[in-house]
Nanobody, 122 residues
Framework: QVHMEESGGGSVQPGGSLRLSCAATGRPYSRSVFAWFRQGPGKEREFVALVRWHGGSALYADSVKGRFTISRDNPKNTLYLQMDSLKTEDTAVYYC???????????????WGQGTQVTVAS
């Protein structure tokens, strides 16, 4: 049974940075793709970024490309999301998720964390 838990959310001013972490327990390597999604107030859940656990290129949503970086530390079973140049529209609950398909479709991911709030405001 894989369990995911996010941390690192908080409040930051526009232009600031935050790093989210997602600790995986169980057998995360049994899933091959790890991703970040977010859900803003009154919005649908949307894809942010994904990466294969065993290496390869990452995939980013156009809205975060060049500002966010997804990475993983395999020995620590931890996924990260470095968020720079944050904008007010990045305000959302951020979720990490794992699945077996290289896709931005949230329905393909079967294990989710509980979410961590990120608020960008001046």
């Amino acid at each position: 049974q894989v369990h995911m838990e996010e941390s690192g959310g908080g409040s930051v001013q526009p232009g600031g940075s935050l790093r989210l972490s997602c600790a995986a327990t169980g057998r995360p390597y049994s899933r091959s793709v790890f991703a970040w999604f977010r859900q803003g107030p009154g919005k649908e859940r949307e894809f942010v970024a994904l990466v294969r656990w065993h290496g390869g290129s990452a995939l980013y949503a156009d809205s975060v490309k060049g500002r966010f970086t997804i990475s993983r530390d395999n020995p620590k079973n931890t996924l990260y999301l470095q968020m720079d140049s944050l904008k007010t529209e990045d305000t959302a609950v951020y979720y990490c998720a794992v699945g077996t398909q290289y896709t931005s479709d949230h329905s393909a991911y079967d294990v989710w964390g509980q979410g961590t709030q990120v608020t960008v405001a001046s």
